[in-house]
């Protein structure tokens, strides 16, 4: 079945559990996710803070707030509250009255509990360390800690009460850290839109909380991976540009004829940007890859048009006739070009197993690009190569 219909029935049918988290992923995506940001999420809000009740109250304040925005899915805080602790107060001047020291009531409570080393059996070259601790066979509670009898040096046994008082509390059940601060995660699923969109929606909204003082946030997650692959796609593509006109340069000896190679570059992205649309597909790292992919295909069909051109216009032709018989004679090529990669990506852009996020877009911007850059090269190419001709020989 279709991953998404899947997960709308599960989180259907749990919805009603009160008290239950639910988050989907999967095996290795939640591996990478932990590795590369140390949460398993989409969006990572990171809370910081030295208080911890400060920190808690923060990410409740922000969990609230992002589940009320469109596409929230999944929006939850893991658990930071809820273990159960014994706490053991001892009363220096009571045990003090009795002869007690700190450490010998410490040593009991410690007995009772973990247990403790009084020494060492020696079975070979094997050594075993003897400890005395209580019976595992019941549990621990306050109440029976309290009433445990400790003998005094006069041989007098009194509670453990006399001189401990014990109490159960609530704490945390795990504390996270981050580069040596302390967090708690707010962490939430996007379904139905664009990450990037629902992560500036969010940071909008979370901007208007009063927060504690002393809390700061910061932003990570799936979105933080795809604005780290995002800012190297900033870097890489003017560079692969600059290599690109150099080659066309190099091959085409012009530098208007490779500035006019390049200009069909747009072609082929509008092409890719009315699929996205269409489909109901986002620019994502994937899109964005198809869209490098179609700076390939546009600027092959237009070096075999071009090339093609000038062969014609050394062997003396007339320019209409250059630009008539040179498109006709290319259609050919650049069609089957174009149709083998558009009809070999069109199963991609059905794909819903595992890696299909990353499949469906990349195929359906290049199926669209090539589409527009091959109809819009056959026409739009040779008229601007006509009138480049005129112009320079005139």
Do not use: C
């Not at 219909?5 to 989180?11: G, K, N």
């Not at 504390?175 to 139905?192: E, F, H, M």
């Not at 910061?218 to 540009?241: D, Y």
Request: glycine content about 8%; aromatic content about 6%; charged content about 15%.
């Amino acid at each position: 079945p279709d991953p998404d219909w899947l997960r709308d029935q599960i989180r259907h049918v749990l919805k009603d559990f009160p008290g239950l988290t639910v988050a989907f992923t999967q095996p290795i995506q939640m591996r990478v996710d932990e590795m590369l940001t140390g949460v398993r999420g989409d969006l990572a809000i990171k809370v910081f803070g030295d208080d911890s009740a400060a920190i808690n109250t923060a990410a409740r304040q922000i969990r609230a707030t992002v589940a009320g925005i469109d596409g929230a899915a999944e929006v939850y805080v893991p658990a930071p509250e809820g273990q159960r602790y014994l706490v053991f107060d001892i009363d220096r001047l009571a045990a003090g009255r009795l002869g007690l020291s700190v450490a010998s009531v410490a040593d009991v409570l410690r007995a009772q509990l973990e247990g403790m080393r009084v020494g060492t059996v020696y079975r070979g070259d094997q050594r075993q360390p003897l400890m005395i601790r209580a019976s595992h066979d019941r549990a621990v509670s306050a109440e029976q800690l309290s009433a445990t009898l400790i003998t005094l040096e006069d041989g007098r046994r009194i509670p453990l009460s006399s001189v401990v008082s014990a109490q159960e509390i609530d704490g945390p059940v795990v504390i996270s850290r981050d580069q040596g601060s302390r967090l708690v995660p707010v962490i939430a699923n996007v379904t139905g839109r664009d990450l990037v969109g629902f992560v500036e929606e969010a940071q909008a909204a979370v901007a208007t909380l009063d927060l504690p003082v002393g809390v700061y946030l910061e932003w990570g997650g799936e979105f933080e991976n795809q604005q780290r692959a995002s800012a190297r796609l900033l870097a890489v593509v003017p560079l692969t540009l600059a290599l690109v006109f150099l080659i066309l340069f190099v091959t085409l000896g012009s530098v208007p004829q490779a500035l006019l190679v390049l200009g069909m570059i747009p072609l082929a992205l509008v092409g890719g940007v009315f699929a996205l649309a269409l489909t109901g597909e986002y620019l994502s790292v994937p899109a964005s890859v198809g869209f490098i992919a179609l700076l390939g295909i546009a600027v092959m069909n237009g070096v075999v048009l071009i090339t093609h051109f000038n062969h014609l216009v050394i062997r003396g032709n007339p320019i209409d006739r250059v630009v008539r018989e040179g498109s006709l004679r290319r259609l050919r090529p650049v069609l089957t070009t174009a149709s083998i990669t558009a009809v070999g990506l069109v199963p991609l852009t059905f794909a819903s197993g595992p890696g299909a996020e990353v499949q469906r877009p990349l195929a359906i911007v290049v199926i669209g690009g090539v589409i527009t850059s091959t109809l819009l090269t056959l026409v739009v190419l040779p008229v601007l190569y006509r009138w480049l001709h005129i112009r320079s020989a005139s």
